[in-house]
């Protein structure tokens, strides 16, 4: 997919299975929504197929296609009631009175909003009215549903609620749903599969739990969850060395010496006594986060983030060790060396660029 | 600051309304005089509405608005979609190209579309009556078009654009979601520019004057040739219902934009505004309903076989039926019922000069003033008469026959007559000194003499005056005259026109000369005003003639209705409504006594005798005269 002879969409290649959960997961700028909108018929790619049950739809227009979509910030038309806006598709198809009713009363009891069928748009709050879009879409019986960020305009508790809410929509329906997120909870919390994007293309395709406990490479660690990325050398199978010492760990298949990414994530790490460490190094900063304390410590001048329940001073020389099953080695990609550093972590600055992320939006 | 404010609020209220509410005071005012109000009466109402013409011009008004607005909202919204889907930079571009017809001077405009539309219909389908209905409509379009482009475009712009994908998404084709989603979300915008077109359609003068014909004429244009006469009354009355009627469509549009914008702010409110949904639905039937009965207007009207006889005339210069007088336009085509009369008017020679030489109209027959018929004929303009088919030319005085603006008179037949004399005050003129012209330069009433403030007619006075030919090319001649009037200026208080009115009722000055006609009128309100001709020098007695112009259709037709007018009876029914002389033998006989025997407007023979007409001037010496008579006013 090109734009402006600028190449959005890069070798993407995705199978989409019946009554799956699949979500198309990346920062903004990825390729998500493009790829979406591919599938609903909006964008008509510049190269490259699109199939739906074995038959190319490339020149299906949206309104032919027997897919639905939940645009972001729901798109509602504001000229039509709550019952108008669902109704919509089936008065468009002219189906009797009777059955739209019908199937407008039933959506409205799928989705919760039951009396609310003669509210204008303008009355409901944002989750209702992200009710009404689910519901505008559903209504219709599409074989697939496709979410295009449904829930970012929500607040976090709204969000979670929807979140459920979606899920158990989803499995009742039976309907395939293509959900697009940048937020990395949202997609393990709720999809079959996950597709990870960046920069138009697929990084990696997998379980949510495939994909946080294997990540493929370093982009994917980073993105999915923390994790510290450090640069070593597979010696032979079950052997890997960083930082001067040679570790145990769980993979195999590598060339000998081949130089790796080493990924470990924050909250495998084990403190113990200075002594007893496989490594040894200094607190630079603690961060009290509820479920843990985020702790930052100077190993030899590369800085780990390290979540644990047990609370350490600033200025404290601690010790760690780390099993062979969390140590998770990667072959070397175009992320090596961009990610999982934390000396420049903090708290703020996370929140910061998801916030830059979500006005992009 | 606060209070300040408030007071220029107020301030520029008053300033914008006063205007308007002196007028809705006028139309309900008993008197006919503006400045004093003297009992409310519904009057000009019922005359208004028994004014079938007037009420006929108005509906062509309404026709027209109504037609070119809803036109114009439904190409406007969809040039507005076009413009819309451009990339940015392109749609500023268009944008600013769409803006300039607005700020582009509506005569510019008008004069543009006139040669388009003779070029194209004359010029090019060779088609005799270029400017039309069609035409007019087509011009309305154009001006209104940007008015409703420029009201979508930021609904347009406003409207989230997934609205469209997702009506697409449910199953509508791209036109199909246009129509069920973005048009109500643009709805508003077209409403505000049909609104805001209607009105610029209803007022509209300069455009319409030059793109219209004779056949069709909306209000505007027509109340423009109204200002030969005062105003009537009943014109207030009209003009107050418009402007309630403008009145009514802004409050309404505004207090429903009030009533939108509330909606999205309250989100208690439960119910979708029927209101508006039924707005919309009004104006919806309503642009049907005119375009269905404008269409069967339209064909019913070019479907008739009657002969059509364009006529064209000085604003108010023929009985129409008003006043206890005859309706002679009625009368002719009862006498002539195959014959369907069309009758359209100007208000100055030079106005039906310019009409007629711009091409694109069918004129069958016209009357112009003597100097003006001189240089229709010098310059062709005029068809020869076929006398044979105007019998009553027999009846037509032979004082007005032959005169210099057409000698041998081949071209036109006279239809009112007046002289130009002084006018007086005996309370303070010595009627010893009223004698001749020579009172215009009588030192005793320095400072009380006023003078025309136009060249051929005060140049006329020095001729006469000084024994020259009213019609001389002789430039000494001429600087004679701009000397004697250079000499009479220490003397003049002002150089007048229509303020001779007020300045001699209200005794402001003593001696002015002017037109017998309008003479009369003023010594009706002042009793102390006389008016007379010199006693043995000469004097411009004026004609306005009925002829043929070179764009006539239907000559024989046009033939009869001047034969129609030169019978006694009928002309002088005619003058008891103009006020003018008739130059029909006999005419007196069937008019008012008090105008047929009022020596003002008919002055004994043998004085008459001394009149002249004007006749015409080359080019060089018209402009040789008007720059003598510059230096005179400037000195």
Redesign the interface.
Same mark, same amino acid.
């Given at each position: 997919m090109e734009f402006d002879g600028e190449r959005i969409l890069d070798g993407i290649n995705l199978y989409f299975n019946d009554h799956e959960f699949l979500t198309l997961l990346g920062p903004s700028g990825c390729g998500k929504t493009t790829t979406l909108r591919i599938i609903g018929g909006f964008l008509t790619p510049t190269s490259g197929r699109v199939l739906f049950d074995g038959n190319c739809i490339n020149d299906v227009p949206p309104y032919q296609r027997q897919i639905n979509t939940v645009f972001q910030r729901y798109a509602l038309f504001p000229h039509l009631n709550v019952y108008d806006n669902i109704a919509f598709g089936l008065n468009v198809a002219k189906l009797p009175k009777a059955e739209i009713s019908q199937r407008v009363e039933e959506m409205l009891e799928v989705v919760g909003l039951q009396g609310f069928a003669h509210r204008h748009i303008d009355s409901l709050s944002g989750g209702q009215q992200q009710r009404v879009a689910i519901a505008r879409a559903l209504v219709n019986r599409p074989k697939v549903l496709l979410l295009d960020e449904p829930l970012a305009a929500l607040d976090l508790r709204l969000r979670k609620d929807m979140q459920n809410e979606l899920k158990r929509i989803q499995q009742a329906m039976g309907i395939t749903f293509i959900y697009v997120t940048h937020d990395q909870e949202e997609a393990l919390s709720m999809s079959d599969t996950v597709v990870v994007m960046d920069k138009g293309r697929i990084q990696q395709i997998g379980r949510p739990e495939d994909i946080y406990n294997e990540p493929k490479n370093a982009f994917v660690a980073d993105f999915i969850g923390e994790s510290n990325i450090l640069d070593g050398v597979m010696l032979s199978d079950y052997k890997v060395k960083f930082f001067g010492r040679v570790f145990d760990c769980v993979d195999a298949g590598f060339a000998p010496n081949e130089p790796v990414d080493v990924v470990i994530r924050p909250e495998d790490i084990d403190f113990v006594p200075a002594g007893e460490g496989h490594l040894v190094g200094t607190v630079t900063s603690v961060t009290f986060k509820g479920l843990n304390y985020d702790i930052i410590v100077d190993f030899r001048g590369f800085k780990w983030l390290i979540q644990t329940t047990d609370y350490h001073g600033e200025g404290e020389t601690v010790g760690i060790r780390l099993n062979p099953e969390d140590i998770h080695i990667m072959h070397k990609s175009e992320y090596s060396g961009m990610f999982g550093d934390y000396s420049s972590y903090s708290a703020e600055y996370d929140e910061l660029t998801e916030d830059a992320d979500n006005e992009e939006e | 600051m606060r209070k300040t404010n408030r007071i220029f609020s107020v301030l520029i209220f008053i300033f914008l309304y006063i205007p308007m509410a002196v007028l809705i005071l006028a139309s309900f005012n008993t008197g006919k005089n503006i400045a004093i109000f003297e009992g409310f009466t519904f009057d000009q109402y019922k005359e208004l509405f028994r004014d079938r013409d007037l009420l006929a011009l108005l509906g062509n008004s309404l026709l027209i608005a109504i037609l070119s607005t809803a036109i114009a909202t439904a190409f406007g919204t969809f040039a507005a979609v076009g413009i819309h889907s451009l990339k940015p930079r392109m749609r500023k571009a268009v944008m600013t190209l769409t803006n300039i017809p607005m700020t582009n001077p509506d005569i510019v405009t008008g004069i543009s579309l006139s040669l388009l539309f003779v070029f194209i219909g004359t010029g090019m389908l060779g088609q005799k009556q270029s400017l039309n209905f069609w035409t007019l409509l087509i011009a309305h379009i154009t001006f209104n078009l940007p008015y409703v482009i420029l009201n979508v475009m930021p609904k347009l712009q406003q409207m989230?654009p997934?609205?469209q994908?997702?009506?697409?998404?449910?199953?509508?084709?791209p036109v199909?979601a246009f129509f /069920?989603?973005t048009l109500?979300?643009i709805m508003p915008g077209m409403v505000a520019g049909a609104i805001m077109a209607f009105t610029m359609s209803l007022d509209d003068f300069v455009i319409s004057y030059f793109v219209t014909g004779t056949e069709f004429v909306t209000l505007p244009v027509k109340i423009y040739s109204f200002t030969k006469k005062p105003i009537h009354p009943k014109i207030y009355a009209m003009f107050t219902l418009l402007f309630l009627l403008i009145f009514v469509l802004m409050v309404t549009m505004n207090l429903l934009q009030l009533r939108g914008d509330k909606? /999205?702010q309250d989100?208690?409110? /439960?119910?979708?505004s029927r209101g508006m949904r039924v707005f919309r639905r009004a104006i919806a039937i309503i642009c049907t309903v005119a375009l269905i009965c404008g269409s069967a207007f339209l064909i019913i009207r070019s479907r008739k076989d009657k002969i059509t006889l364009n006529v064209m005339n000085w604003g108010q210069n023929i009985a129409d039926g008003s006043d206890g007088t005859i309706d002679l336009i009625a009368a002719f085509e009862e006498a002539y019922p195959y014959i369907d009369v069309n009758y359209s008017e100007y208000a100055s020679n030079e106005e039906l000069y310019s009409k007629l030489s711009n091409g694109g109209l069918v004129v069958d027959l016209i009357i112009p003033s003597d100097y003006m018929i001189a240089r229709m004929i010098s310059e062709d303009m005029l068809l020869p008469l076929d006398f044979g088919n105007i019998p009553n030319y027999k009846n037509v005085m032979d004082t007005y026959k032959d005169q210099a603006y057409d000698p041998e008179n081949q071209y036109s037949v006279p239809y009112t007559w007046g002289t130009v004399g002084i006018i007086y005050n005996a309370k303070y003129v010595d009627e010893a000194d009223v004698t001749g012209w020579d009172l215009l330069w009588n030192e005793k009433y320095k400072g009380q003499i006023l003078m025309f403030d136009n060249s051929r007619d005060a140049f006329g006075i020095a001729q006469y005056k000084l024994g020259y030919s009213v019609n001389t090319t002789d430039k000494e001649e001429l600087q004679a005259c701009a000397d004697a009037l250079s000499a009479q200026r220490p003397l003049v208080q002002q150089y007048v026109m229509d303020q001779v009115y007020a300045k001699m009722e209200e005794e402001n000055a003593w001696i002015a000369p002017y037109y017998a006609g309008d003479a009369m009128m003023m010594m009706e309100n002042n009793e102390n005003l006389r008016f007379y001709l010199p006693e043995n020098e000469s004097f411009n007695l004026f004609i306005d003639a009925m002829c043929i112009p070179y764009c006539c259709q239907e000559k024989a037709a046009a033939e009869l209705f001047i034969d129609f007018m030169c019978n006694p009876e009928i002309s002088g029914a005619n003058m008891d409504y103009i006020c003018y002389g008739s130059p029909i033998e006999g005419a007196t006989e069937y008019m008012d006594e008090y105008l047929a025997e009022s020596e003002v407007i008919y002055p004994p023979a043998e004085i008459l005798e001394r009149g002249e007409s004007y006749g015409f001037l080359p080019e060089d010496i018209t402009r040789y005269v008007e720059n003598l008579f510059l230096q005179v006013r400037l000195n």
């Open positions: - | 989230n997934a609205l994908d997702a009506a697409m998404d449910l199953g509508c084709t199909k /069920k989603v109500h979300e909606r /999205k989100r208690r409110i /439960k119910m979708a």
